[in-house]
């Protein structure tokens, strides 16, 4: 009686397996639902993302002088490409554009994976 029960739930479980080897076999699609159920946790997850015009070194008394019309002088020239950062990685460099009064950036280089990759070491 027992080993019944085990050969009908062993079969069961071939069945389903069975079942999911036809899914996959199905094509292409069906692997990249697979692979895109893999994704799916990951997608929710917040970034910072920060645009960077440039970058300078100030001393806390000469900060402390800043007011309304202040210039600080950055270390970047005009013209230059902004930096686009990604939890504070580079990933991309691009221009700055309005868009119905608003500002956006025009990504003109993106960081390849490798160039990425190699960031994370740093």
């Known amino acids: ?3 019944e029960q085990v050969d009908t ?3 069961a479980e071939v069945v389903s397996l069975a079942g999911i080897a036809d899914e996959i076999k199905a094509g292409d699609d069906a ?3 697979l692979k895109v159920q893999n994704l799916d946790f990951i997608l929710d997850i917040p970034l910072k993302v920060t645009v960077e015009l440039g970058r300078t070194s100030i001393v806390v008394k000469d900060l402390l002088q ?10 970047k020239l ?9 939890n504070g990685k580079l990933v991309a460099k691009g ?3 309005v868009v119905n ?4 950036i025009r990504l ?7 160039e990425r990759i190699e960031t994370l070491n740093k």
């Open 31 to 33: 692997l990249n639902k």
């Open 95 to 97: 221009e700055v554009v």
């Open 108 to 114: 003109t280089d993106i960081i390849s994976p490798i």
């Open 78 to 86: 005009a013209g230059e490409p902004l930096e686009i950062l990604v």
């Open 9 to 11: 739930k062993v079969e």
């Open 66 to 75: 800043l007011g309304q019309g202040s210039v600080l002088e950055l270390d």
């Open 101 to 104: 009064e608003k500002f956006g």
């Open 1 to 3: 009686m027992v080993d």
